[in-house]
């Protein structure tokens, strides 16, 4: 192995990120575009801020389309930001162009969920895994370029490393192939290890020895690893800090046994009651709080959580939208004609996607405002503990429209909370 630079004296930070945003375009319609329409965007990482210390390891953990891969890649220089920041040992990569970037994926390495994909099916082993010394131009001759490559193949289990050097990635389990990946990736000596799903695509029975690699790696070579995964079994496992990832925002971080034991945002306590018995063998189930992630195009307003948060209250940021879940979600219920008589009162359905505080709803022709406003009332009696309620100020009819007036939504910000910090309203004094 290649001996690394020590860190400069007092850098204990190896990672700097703030306030990253990294919001992708939409391309849209052919015709949307021909007509200058704006198709939106995604906002893959809305707003992360946060720090890796020399020598730990920080999970980011969330549902599939959180941001965990956007924000793994930012950290690589892989995605440009939209905004803000990523300090790697102070250089801001977002400011390097290709060539500045190269000596620093030196020290940076990633590794992905598919090693089958990662290696390039017509190279042996011993090749791909020393790859990058020799593009890197750091072997003088091929002795030595060998003999650091079967120490990195030792060092990540593939022994006897005679058998497995000249073996193609077909002929080598998934566990095997992964252990590759991760050899190639230590065999320049990195101080950073970003692993995507390192596990998640491997059989059960070897995710834990895989995990078990990886943190003797990060032990014998003093890796820092940011450990991405939606497997908040592996995360307790293998992380000293977790951060939970909501709809590319950190909704709470800290360290791990805390987050385990006590977990604070309402959205870490719905994972972790799906993981009754954190065990790295174990998968994350589905039974995640009511309602599915909300696309990334339009997100819910307020604390985006808030339409599938059994706590939130007023200011959590309740509009038109909600009130159209709610009536959806009432009329599955119904019987064809009670479903068609309900539907018949809107003058059009869509009025109630219309964002803000105040949402207007017009009557259908033959109908009347009241008539709107006597079915939201039903629909409140039937369910008065419904979290929606505690967001309206009043329902009222105006101008021939039913008025609903909501509390002004409030974008909780990440706040500290016991050697952590959280994003949410219920810990914040203003709101107690
Ligand atoms: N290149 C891209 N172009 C457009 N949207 C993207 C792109 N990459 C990711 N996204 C979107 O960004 C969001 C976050 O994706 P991703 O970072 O892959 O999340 P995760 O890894 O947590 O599943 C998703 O809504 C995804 O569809
Ligand atoms: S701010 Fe807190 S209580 Fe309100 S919706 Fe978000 S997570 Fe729930
Ligand atoms: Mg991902």
Known sequence: MPTRPEPAAGAATVLDVADLRVHFE??????????????????????????????????????????????GRALLGLVRPTAGSVCYRGTDLAGLRQAQLRPLRQRIQMVFQDPGAALNPAMDI?????????IHGLVRDRDELRDRVHDALRRVGLVPVERFASKYPAELSGGQQQRAVLARAIILGPELLVADEPVSML???????????????????????VYITHDLATAKFFCDRVAIMYLGRIVEIGPTERIFADPAHPYTRALLAAVPEPDPTRTLTRQLPRGEVPDGVDPPGGCSFHPRCPHAFAPCGWEGRDVRALLEQRWTALDEADYAAEQALFADLAELDVRGSRLRIRPAASRSAESIRALLEQVRVGDP?????????????????????????????????????VACHLYDPAYR
């Open 26 to 71: 939409l391309r849209g319609s052919f015709l949307g575009r021909l007509l200058g329409r704006d198709a939106g965007s995604v906002q893959a990482v809305d707003g992360v801020t946060l720090s890796l210390r020399h020598g730990e390891v920080l999970g980011l953990v969330g549902e599939s389309g959180s941001g965990k891969t956007t924000l």
């Open 126 to 134: 011993e090749t791909a895994v020393g790859h990058p010394l020799r």
């Open 203 to 225: 059989d059960m029975s070897v995710r834990a020895k895989i995990l078990e690699l990886m943190l003797d790696l990060r032990r014998d070579l003093d890796l820092s690893c």
């Open 385 to 421: 503990d419904e979290p929606l309620w505690r967001g309206v100020r009043q329902v009222s009819v105006a101008d021939g429209a039913c008025v609903v007036d909501f509390v002004e939504g409030v974008d909780p910000n990440l706040g500290p909370v016991d050697e952590g910090a």
